[in-house]
């Protein structure tokens, strides 16, 4: 059964500081990974979605980055905005074989201080 | 549609009744999913449609919750016998199908409520 972890639960960062977010999964048969933002009350918003054949994408000042045969992926925003607080979550999405089903970790809330 | 549907936004309801959501999908999209966010906790999986045929059940958590899709379009959540427990944030995604290489869409959920 695939498990996700995201460490830490959360993290406080002054403005202007890089912010780094970590997501670790069990099962290495994924089909591909997936970084989304929840602010509190609405749905999710997807940010970026790495292939399992892709080792990293970015957009904007967002990067991620992904490690299958570790069961890593980390997510880099840089130069952290107070906008950029919300909580952050990872999902896996396994392949056929494992029931294309998509989990998630357990996110990780941000607070960017002004 | 511009984006996933879901009503009501909001549903109070007492113990014992039952609720239905609605998920109105993304135009095109083929594949949908129904998750369950409660206070604190991360998102649970319910179910998934392919589709109006649903190949993964195994997340329902008892007979008393059950789901529809037809026209491979709308789909209904239903949730019988409510109980406490069962209060959260029932989100509704969307993806063009299940394996594929654009990205999930999120609804704003229906925040339910039983007292």
């Known amino acids: 059964k695939q498990e996700v972890t995201q460490i830490p639960a959360a993290l406080s960062v002054p403005e202007g500081e890089n912010l780094v977010l970590n997501c670790s999964f069990t099962d290495s048969a994924i089909y591909n990974l997936q970084w989304f933002r929840q602010d509190p009350g609405k749905g999710l918003t997807s940010l970026l979605l790495i292939q399992s054949s892709q080792r990293e994408q970015t957009s904007g000042r967002l990067n991620a980055s992904l490690d299958k045969s570790s069961g890593r992926s980390t997510l880099y925003i840089a130069a952290s905005q107070p906008g950029d607080s919300a909580t952050y979550l990872c999902a896996v999405r396994g392949d056929k074989a494992a029931g294309n089903k998509l989990t998630f970790g357990g996110g990780t809330r941000v607070l960017v201080k002004p | 549609g511009a984006g996933v549907s879901q009503s009501p936004s909001n549903k109070v309801t007492e113990k014992g009744k039952d609720v239905e959501l609605r998920c109105d999908p993304i135009?095109?999209?083929?594949?949908l999913y129904w998750y369950r966010q409660s206070l604190g906790q991360g998102l649970e999986f319910l179910i998934y449609f392919q589709g109006n045929s649903a190949p993964d059940k195994s997340g329902l958590p008892s007979d008393r919750f059950s789901a529809e899709r037809t026209g491979g379009s709308v789909s209904t959540l239903t949730i019988q016998r409510t109980q406490q427990e069962d209060s959260a944030v029932y989100l509704c995604a969307s993806s063009l199908k299940v394996q594929s290489v654009s990205p999930l869409h999120f609804g704003n959920g229906t925040r339910l409520t039983v007292t």
């Open positions: 135009s095109g999209h083929t594949a």
